[in-house]
């Protein structure tokens, strides 16, 4: 009865006829499909499977001796972990570290947290269109560009005629050089990164809040709840796989920072190094001051390897806790 009730279902049907279909005529029927894909599948190949040759590079000193990349490769010298040892042997090596694990990690809590409330509010919001004005605000900042951010930022930063200096005099206080005083920059850091991703991550979580059943609200109403006990006990459980793919997926990223938001907003200050150099700065200069193409790779290599290790990790322990919430 089991086995015939199984050869009934007509998912399994449509797969065994997919089956018995000869190689051409599966290739004619999905033609239409693989030409679409076939973008995608160049690309990929292109910017990500092309570049894997490069593997090598941090465990060579590479030298350019000729247009042809194969054949510099070819020809430099390995020097096995000399580049990693180097990174690691520098005086900024940790405080670099520390800047760029620190920074994200203030970045992951906060992003999901003010986004998650966010679209919560924005969702209890009766005028919608009042709601979808204040989404399309806040996502407008999503799609400007960090040299765009950086002299607006500049604008109220600057030492002369900056917005913040002229409300300090005139309150009767003294200007501030904010480009050469480190005490600032984290908190203005954390601002400008929040204030810039908040509008995407709150789309995201707009988008989920959309296909949950309302009826559970109506009920918990009914109930007596209060509006705060509905979003402890029915939203923010249900917005949990969203809330666990955005921190796994953020978490693979801890070990890369916007290369905008420290190099341009800052614009590059020399005396901010302390708190706005991280591991793409780092990785940029030394490839402008030093031309040591080795050891930027090795740096960038560092980076994939450990956003790797952090992604499986933390898929493990989501796992371990709740099976149908991990990503594999």
Do not use: C
Not at 278 to 288: E, H, P
Request: proline share 4%; glycine share 4%.
């Amino acid at each position: 009865m089991k086995e015939a009730a199984i050869s009934n279902q007509p998912g399994i049907e449509n797969k065994r006829e997919a089956k018995k279909k000869p190689f051409k005529q599966r290739f004619k029927t999905n033609l239409p499909l693989l030409v679409f894909s076939l973008p995608a599948f160049i690309w990929f190949i292109i910017f990500a499977y092309l570049p894997m040759f490069g593997l090598i590079i941090p465990f060579k000193r590479y030298k350019i001796f000729s247009k042809n990349f194969f054949y510099n490769l070819y020809k430099s010298d390995w020097v096995g972990l000399d580049n990693f040892k180097f990174f690691f042997r520098s005086k900024d090596a940790w405080i670099i570290i520390r800047n760029t694990i620190g920074y994200n990690f203030i970045f992951i809590i906060l992003n999901i947290v003010l986004a998650m409330f966010t679209a919560i509010a924005l969702y209890e919001i009766l005028n919608k269109k009042a709601a979808k004005f204040y989404q399309t605000s806040m996502f407008l900042p999503h799609f400007l560009s960090w040299v765009v951010i950086s002299y607006a930022v500049f604008a109220f930063l600057s030492p002369d005629k900056g917005l913040l200096n002229r409300l300090l005099v005139s309150l009767g206080g003294d200007k501030i050089n904010w480009y050469t005083n480190t005490k600032f920059w984290p908190f203005f850091l954390v601002l400008i990164n929040s204030w810039k991703g908040l509008g995407y991550n709150t789309v995201v979580y707009l988008s989920a809040l959309s296909g949950i059943d309302r009826t559970y609200y109506e009920a918990a109403a009914m109930d007596g709840a209060t509006k705060w006990q509905q979003t402890k006990k029915i939203t923010i459980p249900l917005l949990k796989p969203v809330i666990i793919i955005i921190f796994v997926t953020s978490l693979a990223n801890i070990f890369r920072a916007d290369f905008g938001l420290f190099f341009q907003v800052p614009r590059n200050s020399g005396p901010l190094y302390n708190v706005t150099n991280v591991i793409d700065t780092y990785v940029f200069r030394a490839l402008l001051q030093t031309g040591d193409i080795g050891l930027s790779s090795a740096v960038s290599l560092l980076q994939s390897v450990v956003g790797t290790i952090l992604i499986l990790f933390s898929n493990k322990i989501v796992k371990r806790y709740d099976p149908q919430r991990s990503l594999f």
